[in-house]
């Protein structure tokens, strides 16, 4: 599919009771669509490196690059809407700030999560109206509220004295949310060290904001990126409703209660929405307005790197008799693998293009036995840290000029990459659509 103009959203709303039989047609339309991502995918990545000759391209023609079925964005969306249909989503955008996602994401209804003044300005220069936009920063920029105050963006969360008082210079009229204090221990990305507000400390807080006469209509709370354990949800709800009831013992008419992101994509999503649609249904009632702040769950999945093996070391043990690799390629941990520092991750790799044959998505013995060739995978820059995988096997011997391709690499991947040595941290974006049903919302 190639890159077109977006399609306006005014053009498009969403319209949930029109998902088809959502019920019972989701688990084949992503089964389906898997298949069909695995085919477009292939075929995208085949003909992009079929088309660099190491030998004769010029400079970069060979850097890394991904591929992004947007449509496997969308059944992310389908199976949101059927597991948490009480739950409207706001996207985390500090996840993928990719411009392509965000306009189908905002043309299919959802929210947005933004942290800074550039993030507003991506949803706000997209269309996004301001009522979409949650500053979800507890801790904000004086300039940013500023600017947030002139674009009307009202809603934004706190979780200090001191920020109540900056939002009473400078946005009075805000919409507040107080955010508390979680257990984050089963997740991925700790976030209960930086920020909320502890059960102890949340009257006084409503007490003060009460004093300046500000708007606190919402609690909110965040478990962790990449959260393990759906109890995790049902203690924040309970705490939740407890400020909710603090809240409305001192006149505040609360209306929103934010769950904050820390959603999988894997299996374990169904058994977390369970947990936590029950526990929104016993503690909150229907009049309540519930959001969330998913970021990985929508895009880690969706997007595919491909990356070209620069260099490569022999390291022979004549003691052992053994002998092993150093591969080096032209993106490492200083780039789109920065989620192997940030966000913990282990990224698989596979082989893509090796003595010249497509070898895409071949499952050979040497992927899953010890057998075969083994290597360990560095990045490009000249620190030692720079690894993006101690050791692996293939059943293949890889030479300079071959490719290997990681597939889940949508999530804090790109969004915090580095130039550090000089390398770039941006790469092309190729994007594919898995899903006929998606095309209205992306653009044909």
């Not at 389906?32 to 003909?47: D, F, R």
């Not at 969306?77 to 948490?84: D, P, V």
């Amino acid at each position: 599919m190639a890159p077109s103009a977006l399609t306006p959203i005014e053009d498009y709303q969403f319209n949930y009771e029109n998902l088809k039989s959502i019920d019972h047609s989701l688990k084949t339309t992503i089964d389906n669509g898997a298949s069909k991502t695995k085919q477009l995918i292939g075929s995208a990545l085949k003909a992009h490196v079929d088309n660099v000759d190491p030998d004769t391209c010029d400079a970069g023609e060979e850097d890394p690059f991904f591929v992004a079925d947007l449509g496997e964005v969308y059944r992310q969306h389908l199976r949101w809407k059927k597991n948490l249909p009480r739950v409207t989503p706001h996207y985390a955008v500090k996840c993928n700030p990719d411009k392509r996602v965000l306009s189908l994401l905002a043309n299919l209804g959802v929210g947005f999560d933004c942290a800074s003044k550039a993030e507003i300005d991506m949803a706000l220069n997209i269309g996004v109206q301001p009522e979409r936009i949650i500053y979800a920063q507890p801790c904000k920029t004086k300039s940013y509220v500023r600017y947030a105050a002139q674009r009307n963006v009202k809603q934004m969360t706190f979780d200090n004295a001191d920020e109540l008082h900056k939002v009473k210079q400078l946005f009075p009229d805000a919409e507040l949310f107080l955010r508390i204090l979680t257990d984050d221990s089963g997740s991925l990305c700790r976030l209960s060290q930086k920020f909320g507000a502890s059960l102890d400390s949340t009257a006084e807080l409503l007490v003060l904001a009460k004093q300046l006469e500000l708007n606190v209509v919402g609690v909110a709370f965040h478990v962790g990126s990449g959260a393990s354990d759906p109890k995790a949800f049902i203690k924040a709800v309970q705490d939740a409703r407890f400020v909710f009831d603090q809240a409305a013992a001192l006149g505040f008419q609360m209306h929103t209660l934010d769950v904050g992101g820390g959603f999988n994509c894997d299996d374990d999503f169904e058994t977390m929405a369970t947990v936590l649609s029950a526990s929104l249904d016993e503690y909150f009632p229907d009049e309540i307005r519930i959001i969330a702040e998913p970021g990985r769950y929508y895009v880690s999945t969706a997007f595919t790197i491909a990356c070209h093996v620069i260099a490569r070391r022999t390291i022979a043990d004549a003691s052992l008799g053994t002998t092993s690799y150093m591969l080096y390629l032209n993106d490492g941990a200083y780039g789109n693998f920065s989620s192997i520092i940030f966000d913990h991750q282990n990224p698989e790799p596979r082989l893509l293009k090796c003595g010249g044959k497509n070898l895409f998505d071949v499952r050979r013995p040497g992927y899953e036995t010890p057998s075969g060739y083994e290597y360990s995978i560095w990045g490009p820059t000249c620190d030692g840290i720079d690894n993006i995988s101690k050791c692996c096997t293939f059943a293949e011997v890889i030479n300079v000029g071959d490719w290997l391709y990681f597939e889940n690499m949508g999530a804090y991947t790109k969004c915090s990459a580095t130039r550090f040595n000089g390398f770039t941290d941006t790469h092309d974006v190729e994007y594919v659509c898995s899903e006929e049903d998606a095309l209205p919302f992306i653009g044909a």
